[in-house]
C-alpha cells in the first residue's frame, strides 16, 4: 500500500495540528518582529533625544546673530558612519545654518515648515546611496525671538542588522519547532490510536461462528471505548440474530421433519401388514392427514417469508376494532361453545384504526384461537377495545394458566412453544403468535403480553390510530 | 370429454392422470412444454391442466403462444408459488383458473367441473339426495318429510356439500367457499371440524341412513354410499 499522509487518520490529524500550529507561530512571529522592531526603534530615538540635548548645548550666537557651534564632538566626520551624529540646523524661516560635511549636501529631509514645533518623533529615511537614517527634529530657543530647528541623524543600519538577525532565528526556529511538534504529535496519535488497530485487527477476526467474542475495551468512557461498545452492542445484536435463526432453522426443519417421519413411518409399517381395503385406506388416511400439516406448515413458513422479505401488500381501510372484534369472535365461537367458553366482546365501539382487516383480523383469530385453547372448559375469553388517546387498544384476556415468565420473552418466536408436547397435540406449529405479532408490527403498532397474578393472560395489542407511513 | 395434462412431475402426473381417468375424462399427458404446446396445437381438447414450472418452455410461455394463436380452449394452471404477482401474471397471460400446489384432488376435480360448466345446476332448484331435500331459494331443509332447523352457517355447509354431493370437499375448499376466509394460515381446520359434527348431529343422528361421512386426511362427502 502506497502510503499518503492524508490517507490515514492519524497523518490526517498530524497534518492537521502541524498547519495550525505553524500558522499560529507565524503570526506570534510577526507580532514579535513588529514590537521588537518599534523597541528598537524606541531606544534609538531616545538616544537621539539626548544626543540633540548635547548639541544644544553646544550651540549659540554671536553678536550679529549669526550661529556657532562651539564643539563638534560626538559629530560624524569623515569616512564611515558608524558611530556620531550627523547635524542640520535650520532658522525658523527655512533657511540652512548648518550641515555636517559628511552629508555633501544631502539633505535629512525636507525643508522644515512653519510647522514645525516642539519636539518631532523619530522618523526613518533613506539618503540616495541606500544608507538608512533615524531623524530627530527640535526647536530649540536660543534667547528671545531666536530659534532654530536642529535636526539630528544616526545611523539606522546597526538596528536592521540586529532586526534580521532576530527574523533569521525565528525563521529557522520555527519550522524545527513545527517539525518537531509534528514528529511528537504523529508518534502521539500513533499511540493514542493504537487501540484502533487492535479492534480492527480483532474485529477482522470475528466471522459467523464467533460471535461471542467481543472487542477489549480499555477506556469505556473515551471516544474509542463509546466506538468499541458501539461495536459490541452491535455484535450482541447481531449474535442474537443469528441464534434466532439458527433456532428458526432448527426448529422449522424439526417441525417439517415430523410429518415426513410420520408419513415413512406408517407407510413402512403398513405394507408390511396384512390388511383389508378398510385398514389400508385409514393408513393412506393419516399420511393423507400428516402431508396436509406439511402443506400448511410450508404455506404459514411462506407467508413469513413474503413478510420478511416486506412483500406483503397491505390495503388500508377504516376499522372498527371492535366490530373486527366481533367477526373474529364470530368465526371462533363454536370452539368456545365446545368447551362452554363465554367469549366476548367489550369496551368502546368507536375506535377505529387505519388497517388490513384481512391482516389484523388474523392477529385477532391467531389470539383469540390460543385463548380459547388454553382456557379452561367453562372458562372465559373477553376481548375488550380501549380508546387510549392516539393509541388503540384491542386486550385479549384469557383465564387459561397464564404463561411462565422464564417463556414470557420467547413465546412471540417462531415455533416456540411453552409445553412441548402438549401444544402438538393441540395442533399448530408454534407460528400463530409470531404471526398475530407480524401482522401487529406492520400496523406500527406493537403487541404485549401480561400475566397478572390473579391468573391468565393478556394479550395487549396497542396500535396507532393515525397510521403511520411506513 | 379430452383434457390435456401437462405436468413434468412423473408422481403428480400418474396419480391426476388415474384420478381424472376414473372420473371419466380421457386425458392426454404431455410430460414437457414443448410436447403440451405440440399436442395444443394440433387438436382440440375440452380443458388444458397446465403446470407453470415446466423444463425447457414454462407453462406461462406456452398459454401465451397458445393464445396468441387464437386458441380458446380453457387452461387451468398449476402453480408452486403462491404469490399475488404469479397469479395476476397468469391470469393476465389468458389462463382461466389457477390452483396454488400442494392441492387437493378433490379440489381439482371441482375446478374442472366449474370450468367445463358441468354440474351447475340452476341454483334456485332444489336439491335432493335420498330423503334428504334442500331448497336454496327459501333456505330450508327437510329429512323424510322432518323439517331440520340449522344455523346460517351449518346451512351453507350443508348446500356445498349437496352442490358437491357423491365427492369429496376438502377442508380447504370450505374456508374459502363457505367461510370466504382467504388467509390459507387461518386455523379454521377446527371450526370446520365442529360445525360438520353440528351438522352431522342434526342431519344425521335421527335417521338410519348416514349421508355426511369424513374421508379420513382428505376432507368430507355427502353421499349416500359411504365408499
Same mark, same amino acid.
Given at each position: 500500500m502506497k502510503w499518503h499522509p492524508r490517507a490515514t487518520l492519524r497523518g490526517r490529524l498530524t497534518l492537521h495540528y502541524a498547519s495550525l500550529l505553524a500558522a499560529a507561530l507565524l503570526l506570534y512571529a510577526v507580532g514579535v518582529s513588529a514590537y521588537f522592531l518599534h523597541n528598537l526603534r524606541e531606544q534609538l530615538d531616545s538616544g537621539l533625544d539626548r544626543d540633540v540635548e548635547t548639541v544644544e548645548g553646544m550651540l549659540s550666537t554671536d553678536a550679529g546673530g549669526s550661529l556657532l557651534i562651539n564643539s563638534h564632538e560626538g559629530e560624524a566626520m569623515h569616512g564611515e558612519l558608524k558611530r556620531g551624529y550627523l547635524l542640520e540646523v535650520w532658522s525658523m524661516d527655512g533657511n540652512l545654518l548648518y550641515r555636517s560635511?559628511?552629508?555633501?549636501?544631502?539633505?535629512?529631509? =525636507? @525643508? =522644515?515648515?512653519?510647522? @514645525?514645533?516642539g519636539r518631532q518623533p523619530g522618523h526613518s529615511l533613506q539618503l540616495p546611496s541606500g544608507l538608512r537614517l533615524r531623524t530627530l527634529s527640535r526647536v530649540h530657543h536660543m534667547g528671545k525671538n531666536n530659534a532654530v530647528v536642529v535636526r539630528l541623524a544616526v545611523n539606522e543600519e546597526p538596528l536592521w542588522e540586529e532586526f534580521w538577525e532576530m527574523v533569521s532565528m525565528l525563521a529557522i526556529g520555527l519550522p524545527v519547532a513545527v517539525l518537531l511538534v509534528a514528529f511528537s504529535g504523529y508518534l502521539l496519535a500513533a499511540r493514542v490510536l493504537k487501540p484502533v488497530d487492535a479492534m480492527a485487527h480483532r474485529a477482522s477476526q470475528i466471522t459467523a461462528e464467533q460471535l461471542n467474542e467481543r472487542l477489549h475495551i480499555e477506556? =469505556?468512557?473515551d471516544e474509542l471505548g463509546q466506538l468499541g461498545t458501539a461495536f459490541n452492542n452491535a455484535l450482541a445484536r447481531l449474535e442474537h440474530s443469528f441464534e434466532q435463526l439458527r433456532r428458526f432453522t432448527a426448529d422449522a426443519s424439526h417441525e417439517l421433519r415430523t410429518p415426513l417421519t410420520a408419513i415413512q413411518s406408517v407407510g413402512e409399517v403398513s405394507l408390511g401388514m396384512p390388511g383389508d381395503a378398510n385398514y389400508y385406506r385409514d393408513v393412506i388416511g393419516s399420511m393423507l392427514e400428516e402431508a396436509n400439516r406439511l402443506a400448511r406448515l410450508v404455506d404459514s413458513l411462506l407467508t413469513m417469508a413474503r413478510a420478511d422479505a416486506g412483500r406483503v401488500q397491505i390495503n388500508r381501510a377504516t376499522v372498527n376494532l371492535y366490530d373486527l372484534s366481533q367477526q373474529s369472535c364470530a368465526l371462533l365461537e363454536v370452539l368456545a361453545e365446545e368447551k362452554q367458553q363465554s367469549l366476548q366482546t367489550t369496551g368502546d365501539g368507536s375506535v377505529s384504526v387505519m388497517a388490513d382487516p384481512t391482516i389484523l383480523g388474523q392477529a385477532l383469530v391467531n389470539l383469540i384461537h390460543n385463548a380459547v385453547k388454553f382456557s379452561p372448559e367453562e372458562g372465559s375469553v373477553t376481548l375488550r377495545i380501549v380508546d387510549a388517546g392516539k393509541d388503540a387498544i384491542v386486550e385479549i384476556h384469557d383465564s387459561g394458566p397464564g404463561i411462565a415468565p422464564e417463556h414470557r420473552a420467547q413465546i412471540f418466536e417462531r415455533f416456540y412453544r411453552v409445553d412441548k408436547a402438549r401444544a402438538r397435540e393441540a395442533g399448530g406449529a408454534g407460528l400463530g403468535l409470531s404471526i398475530a405479532q407480524w401482522a401487529v408490527n406492520i400496523h406500527s403498532g406493537t403487541i404485549e403480553l401480561e400475566c397478572p397474578p390473579r391468573g391468565g393472560s393478556i394479550f395487549r395489542i396497542r396500535l396507532p390510530k393515525q397510521s403511520v407511513v411506513m | 370429454v379430452e383434457i390435456l395434462l401437462v405436468e413434468d412431475e412423473t408422481k403428480v402426473g400418474s396419480a391426476l392422470s388415474a384420478g381424472l381417468r376414473a372420473e371419466g375424462y380421457d386425458i392426454v399427458w404431455a410430460q414437457t412444454g414443448e410436447e403440451g404446446f405440440f399436442h395444443a396445437s394440433s387438436r382440440s381438447f375440452d380443458l388444458i391442466i397446465l403446470d407453470v414450472m415446466l423444463p425447457g418452455r414454462d407453462g406461462i410461455e406456452v398459454l401465451g403462444t397458445l393464445r396468441k394463436n387464437g386458441d380458446k380452449t380453457p387452461v387451468l394452471l398449476l402453480t408452486a408459488k403462491d404469490a399475488i404477482e404469479d397469479r395476476v401474471l397468469g391470469l393476465d397471460t389468458g389462463a382461466d383458473d389457477y390452483l396454488v400446489k400442494p392441492f387437493a384432488f378433490a379440489e381439482l376435480g371441482a375446478r374442472i367441473r366449474a370450468l367445463l360448466r358441468?354440474?351447475?345446476?340452476?341454483?334456485s332448484t332444489t336439491l335432493s339426495i335420498a330423503e334428504l331435500m334442500i331448497d336454496p331459494l327459501r333456505r330450508t331443509v327437510v329429512r323424510e318429510g322432518q323439517r331440520i332447523e340449522l344455523t346460517a352457517r351449518e346451512y351453507e355447509l350443508l348446500e356445498y356439500l349437496a352442490r358437491h354431493h357423491g365427492r369429496v370437499v376438502s377442508r380447504d375448499m370450505l374456508a374459502r367457499d363457505v367461510w370466504r376466509e382467504v388467509a390459507r394460515a387461518t386455523p379454521l381446520d377446527n371450526v370446520i371440524d365442529v360445525h360438520i359434527a353440528r351438522l352431522r348431529r342434526k342431519?344425521?343422528?335421527?335417521?338410519?341412513?348416514?349421508?355426511l361421512h369424513t374421508v379420513r386426511g382428505v376432507g368430507f362427502t355427502l353421499s349416500e354410499d359411504p365408499s
Open positions: 560635511e559628511w552629508l555633501h549636501g544631502q539633505a535629512l529631509g =525636507p @525643508v =522644515p515648515g512653519g510647522s @514645525v514645533s477506556n =469505556p468512557d | 358441468r354440474n351447475q345446476a340452476d341454483p342431519v344425521d343422528d335421527p335417521f338410519a341412513t348416514k349421508l
